[in-house]
């Protein structure tokens, strides 16, 4: 993943591109005793994931309601492709919300150039 930095802090470990972060490791994280991986999904993916498998997805706290999910890493099987998929897809969604803004002159956008991004 090119780009991708890790960053450990004190009880999670976060994934980043440039400085927006597309995953997390949780470990214990707030003392809840769970182990997991938390991951950008795309709008309604987080309760869908959930009310499909409840035992292995949740809702993150602080970030789940903007739209991450938690795979839990801490039950007896893992679909380590799932998990892959889970990680490739957070990636290309952070990447690709880079790639879409409009381009700046000073830093700031013009309303020619905002017009001109969005096909105006």
Known sequence: MAGAVRENCHDYTRFSVGKKPF???????????IISVCCKVLPGDNERLIAASPRKFYMPAYIGPR????LRLDRATLDWKELKELIEGSYAETTAKKKQRPPRRNGHVSTRQAARFMGV
């Open 23 to 33: 995953a997390y490791y949780l470990n214990d994280h707030h003392g809840d005793g």
């Open 67 to 70: 739209g991450w999910v938690a």
